[in-house]
């Protein structure tokens, strides 16, 4: 199921069957890669309810059904979690590779509807990468850092620098100054025909 097909369906408590509100927005963990929350309203009424996803049984095609009551209920506080991102800031959120080359922006993604799991976030992608056919799809397991500005996805082409064995053999690869290079070791002078080993007499 696509994100964008949550908005505006029914919400409904089992429990008491009946209707609680619509959806109106939904809240992504791009960290774990997962739907994180509904936010819910109701008609004729300011604010809403957050939903956590801990209460969501299933999402289906006509209507998402709560567990049952137990865990948050109404009247506790809405819990805000700077790294979620809202439908707004999802849609258009710029994918750069850590290449340093840009892959396109988002413009919806697909999620399982009992796990709540991202299956893929779906891309438009640039215009010379459209042209070459490239992928418009991202896995989860790629995106290795997001916030509300950038997506960061891991593309493979890099490698890492090897790292160094020990402290001796950086230090022996820096030049050092003339004042810290150690003299040349002085050698007494040799007649010439003489012998290295034999002193002169």
């Not at 960290?31 to 929350?37: I, V």
């Not at 309810?49 to 049984?57: G, V």
């Not at 009992?114 to 790629?142: C, F, H, S, V």
């Not at 020990?166 to 012998?195: C, H, M, N, W, Y």
Request: hydrophobic letters at 40%.
């Amino acid at each position: 199921m696509r994100l964008k097909e949550l908005r505006g369906l029914p919400v409904i408590d089992p429990t008491a069957a009946r209707r609680i509100g619509t959806i109106i927005d939904f809240q992504v963990d791009p960290g774990s890669g997962t739907l994180a929350a509904l936010d819910v309203g109701t008609a004729g009424e300011e604010g809403g309810e957050r939903i956590l996803a801990q209460r969501i049984r299933r999402v289906g095609h006509n209507a998402v059904i709560l567990t049952a009551r137990g865990g948050a209920s109404a009247g506790a506080p809405v819990e805000v979690n700077e790294r979620w991102l809202d439908g707004s800031t999802l849609n258009g959120l710029e994918v750069m590779g850590d290449d340093g080359n840009r892959i396109g922006r988002i413009v919806d993604a697909a999620f399982n509807q009992d796990t709540l799991e991202m299956d893929a976030y779906l891309l438009r992608a640039d215009g010379w990468r459209r042209l070459l056919g490239a992928r418009n799809r991202i896995q989860p397991a790629k995106v290795h850092s997001c916030s509300r500005e950038l997506m960061m996805m891991t593309t493979g082409r890099l490698k890492e620098a090897p790292a160094a064995s020990s402290v001796e053999e950086t230090t022996l690869r820096i030049p050092l100054k003339a004042e810290d290079r150690l003299p040349a070791p002085s050698f007494d002078p040799v007649p010439d025909g003489q012998p290295v080993g034999a002193r002169p007499s």
